[in-house]
């Protein structure tokens, strides 16, 4: 079956992410994909959860913790900073990242990432992502100033070199009204 964009965003993370890995959460909003991460990496590995607007910390904190899960650390910065709130020991298993793009669901829609953020963000992850690691980016864009944001990244990921990288397009093209599509970008070993 052709798995939907959700499915298809945590196969990826699945397939390439290992226990004990440490992982990043880019985008924490309402924490879904923090507790997914938290249980893929199991007690011994971590997941690092972002976001900058506090209910998306609190709604994500809450989650966690009806789940009873320990292995998580939530800070309330941008993703472009990730490498000031991970320790070295923790860094260096670094599996995978995942990036939901947009706004938080339920708000008020003005607070949305930026394309300048985001590539700031990939661009360290990248840097220090083991061999085989993935970011998986899962792309909104039918919000003002989510066109902008695409534009730069799809131009982004475009130029990584192919000797280093593979980079993926997963997207249903039937769909109407801007529907979500997946980038993901693995390093090669
Ligand atoms: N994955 C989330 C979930 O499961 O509910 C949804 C994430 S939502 C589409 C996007 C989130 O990115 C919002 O909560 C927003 O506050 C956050 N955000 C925007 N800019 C950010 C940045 N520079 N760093 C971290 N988070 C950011």
Do not use: W
Request: proline residues 2%.
């Amino acid at each position: 079956m052709i798995k939907s964009i959700i499915h298809y965003a945590h196969h990826l993370m699945k397939e390439a992410v290992n226990q004990g890995d440490t992982v990043i959460d880019a985008t924490c909003g309402n924490g879904h994909d923090t507790l997914f991460l938290s249980r893929l990496v199991g007690e011994n590995g971590h997941v690092f959860g972002f976001d900058i607007q506090e209910q998306a910390i609190a709604n994500t904190r809450y989650r966690l913790d009806q789940n009873n899960r320990k292995n998580t650390t939530i800070v309330k910065d941008s993703h472009s900073n990730f490498i000031h709130h991970i320790p070295v020991d923790k860094l260096t298993r670094l599996g995978g990242a995942i990036f939901n793009l947009g706004y938080l669901p339920g708000s008020n829609k003005t607070v949305i990432t930026k394309s300048e953020t985001t590539i700031l963000a990939i661009e360290g992850i990248l840097s220090h992502l083991k061999q085989n690691g993935i970011i998986v980016l899962v792309v909104y864009y039918g919000h003002d100033g989510g066109v902008q944001e695409r534009e730069q990244l799809m131009r982004y990921v475009q130029l990584l070199d192919q000797k280093l990288y593979h980079v993926l397009y997963y997207g249903f093209i039937n769909q109407k009204n801007d529907p979500p599509f997946i980038l993901a970008i693995q390093k090669k070993d």
